[in-house]
């Protein structure tokens, strides 16, 4: 099983600071997903890479595939992306199959 | 559109009963999952099914029963032998794996589910 950190568990910014999630992952994966669970419970895929960087909007994802490690940064940050941020890598030597963090509660202030 | 639906979004039941989750995709996946979320917990998985007619157990299968009749359908059964069965469910479908999106899930809406 893999197993994942997330820090912070909770972090509360005010609107346009920068915001930074971190993951990190005990077994070498291939890919990695990033998921934003709103308070209504609905959960929405923001990210699924392997290398590099992706950025979508204002939010871009980055991994280190060699140091298992994984970052979610948000630009400008705004009230409405107060959610649950969730990490989550495969499962050891599965495809399909995801460890999912227990998420980053971000509270963005106006 | 394309998309997952869960119904309903809240189901309540009296102990003992059993109760049948539904759970919809027509974004043409062969892979469906059923997810169990607890407060303050991260998601943890009960069932999956790579195609019709096939399904294996995740980590918390028990109390709980699957089918998958038809590739756009994969319903929940939560039944009386499923100790604490109160929690949010979230089903979820990925396409085949590939190198660029590497089975990236959807997510439904979920259902939350309460024993009284």
């Known amino acids: 099983k893999n197993e994942v950190e997330q820090s912070p568990q909770n972090l509360t910014a005010q609107e346009g600071e920068f915001i930074t999630i971190n993951c990190s992952y005990s077994v070498g994966i291939s890919a990695l997903h990033w998921l934003q669970q709103h308070p209504g419970g609905g959960i929405v895929s923001l990210f699924m890479?392997?290398?590099g960087k992706k950025k979508h909007g204002r939010l871009i994802a980055t991994i280190n595939i060699q140091e298992k490690h994984s970052s979610l940064h948000i630009t400008a940050s705004h009230p409405r992306d107060s959610a649950v941020y969730i990490c989550?890598?495969?499962?050891?030597?599965?495809?399909?199959?995801?460890?999912f963090g227990s998420g980053t509660q971000l509270t963005v202030l106006p | 559109d394309g998309g997952i639906t869960q119904s309903p979004k809240y189901l309540f039941r009296k102990e003992g009963q059993n109760v049948t989750l539904s759970c919809e995709q027509n974004l043409n996946h062969d892979a469906m999952y059923w997810y169990r979320q607890d407060p303050g917990q991260g998601l943890r998985l009960i069932y999956y099914?790579?195609?019709?007619?096939?399904?294996q157990k995740g980590d918390i299968a028990e109390g709980y029963s699957v089918s998958r009749e038809k590739k756009e359908s994969f319903p929940l059964t939560v039944t009386s032998a499923q100790k604490n069965p109160t929690a949010f469910y979230l089903c979820?479908?990925?396409?085949?794996?590939?190198?660029?999106?590497?089975?990236?899930?959807?997510f439904g809406p979920g259902t939350r589910l309460t024993v009284l």
């Open positions: 979820a479908s990925s396409g085949l794996w590939d190198r660029v999106n590497y089975n990236e899930q959807f």
């Open positions: 099914s790579q195609i019709v007619n096939d399904f």
């Open positions: 890479l392997s290398s």
């Open positions: 989550a890598p495969p499962i050891s030597g599965s495809a399909r199959q995801l460890t």
